[in-house]
């Protein structure tokens, strides 16, 4: 079984991310709710928003723009990019950073300090031992002598980021990996973008991290829900129905992305503490956030930590954030307080 997805409702139907043909488009009102979509970041991007119809070509041109600008920055699979440029540049080497380099570095490394070492985005060497990153997939789990040959090489406290003169140096050997991050910081400069250009409602989607500002032209808010598994009964909380105005939600899960090998499975989600992915018994954890970037960033430090200690953490914190458990065939659902006060502001 599948743990929850979230599924974004629109008039009370599903809303999928396929655009509409550019004839459809032109049929409809000249200003109403339209759909754009494409890709970015190995995944999907989509958009639902209020505009008139004659605008849609040049918001469709600045979203993927946009977006292109963050993979050019941050992606480890583009050899050009800001970040591998970082990653393989010798020990002593002063990079300057660029905004959103500089933007996403800072809060990473802020809830790599806060969540002492459970996120750490110089995780790098080991998504890629693990066969995560862009060194491609693998069959079997790594020799011990391998994770620890690959876990010497990461630490946060070695990145010299300079918030100052914003530089980052490159201390020797140190591979920075945003994939738990950027996501959510490309909807951020999405959104940022539509509100720049006088969008004032739309809901924006990368790779199923989602933003949601304004209301459709009937008044109603986007909605959202995040799905029980069907079937799965158990869950005392039921479905969590959620309306985006001016918040972001982003998941990590361990359904994502995995292997399996000799009846084990390995989840993409890697612990940087013990070099190794997680074991315990979450299956996803949803966060919601006013910035996209920061709920990305926290739905991967809850995933790492797990159910018991990833919920002391965001209670602590008052995160508004929802637990995916695996429970034998099924699943539990277990919510924080402020979670729960956002689903029944719903």
């Known amino acids: 079984m599948r743990p929850p997805t979230i599924r974004m409702t629109w008039s009370g139907t599903s809303w999928g991310v396929a655009p509409q043909p550019a004839a459809a488009r032109a049929a409809t009102a000249t200003t109403g709710v339209h759909a754009l979509a494409g890709r970015s970041m190995g995944t999907q991007w989509s958009v639902k928003l209020v505009a008139d119809a004659a605008a849609l070509p040049e918001l469709e041109h600045g979203i993927q723009a946009r977006l292109d ?23 002593g080497t002063v ?18 300090a806060d969540s002492g070492g459970a996120y750490d985005p110089t995780i790098g060497p080991l998504v890629n031992l693990w066969g995560f990153g862009p060194d491609g997939a693998r069959a079997a789990a790594p020799s011990d002598a391998a994770i620890a040959q690959a876990q010497s090489r990461v630490g946060w406290q070695r990145v010299g980021f300079d918030p100052l003169a914003r530089t980052a140096t490159q201390s020797g050997g140190l591979y920075l990996d945003f994939s738990s ?15 720049e250009r006088g969008v004032a409602a739309f809901l924006v989607e990368v790779g199923g991290e989602l933003y949601g500002r304004g209301r459709k032209p009937d008044g109603s808010a986007w909605r959202i829900a995040v799905e029980r598994p069907a079937g799965d009964a158990r869950d005392d909380d039921g479905a969590a129905a959620l309306t985006l105005d001016g918040y ?18 390995y989840s993409h989600t890697v612990d940087p503490r013990s070099g190794r992915p997680v074991t315990h018994a979450l299956a996803s954890v949803s966060v919601l956030h006013p910035q996209c970037m920061q709920a990305d960033g926290l739905a991967t430090v809850l995933a790492v930590l797990g159910p018991q200690a990833g919920m002391a953490y965001a209670n602590r914190r008052q995160l508004a954030a929802m637990f995916v458990l695996h429970d034998g065939d099924g699943f539990l659902t277990r919510k924080t307080p402020a979670f729960i006060a956002r689903q029944r502001a719903a």
């Open 69 to 91: 600008g963050v993979v050019a920055q941050m992606s480890t699979w583009e050899a050009d990019s800001e970040i591998s440029r970082y990653n393989r540049a010798e020990a």
């Open 95 to 112: 990079q300057a950073l660029p905004d959103g380099f500089y933007a996403v570095l800072d809060a990473a490394l802020k809830l790599a």
């Open 181 to 195: 991050i950027a996501k959510g910081y490309g909807v951020d400069r999405v959104a940022e973008w539509l509100g």
């Open 248 to 265: 972001a939600i982003a998941t990590s899960g361990d359904y994502r992305r995995y292997f399996d090998h000799d009846g084990r499975r």
